[in-house]
Nanobody, 111 residues
Framework: VQLVESGGGLVQPGGSLRLSCAAS????????MNWYRQPPGKARELVAT????????DYADSVKGRFTISRDNVKNTVYLQMNSLKPEDTAVYYC?????WGQGTQVTVSS
């Protein structure tokens, strides 16, 4: 099983980024997928969840209305579109599913 995140980087406040997580080694469409993040010096927290067919999503209150989780069950990939980014969104973002974690991708929001 492998989860590989990409798309992180440095962005100014108010900017946007799109994270991707490519999954392999398991039946992707059979599993709920999640994005977590870990800000510097803080615990890892759940950011967004999407069910197997993508019909239902859920978000942390801190990102509602700004972030959108989606998935492509043909490409075995889950996405996190992040808009109106704030400095407090700075964190390492992790993909989680099937009981496995990706390696994380750094997102830094700073002017």
């Amino acid at each position: 099983v492998q989860l590989v995140e990409s798309g992180g980087g440095l962005v100014q406040p108010g900017g946007s980024l799109r994270l991707s997580c490519a999954a392999s080694g398991f039946t992707f469409s059979s599993y709920t997928m999640n994005w977590y993040r870990q800000p510097p010096g803080k615990a890892r927290e759940l950011v967004a969840t999407i069910t197997r067919a993508g019909r239902n999503t859920d978000y942390a209150d801190s990102v509602k209305g700004r972030f959108t989780i989606s998935r492509d069950n043909v490409k075995n990939t889950v996405y996190l579109q992040m808009n109106s980014l704030k400095p407090e969104d700075t964190a390492v973002y992790y993909c989680y599913g099937w009981g496995a974690w990706g390696q994380g991708t750094q997102v830094t929001v700073s002017s």
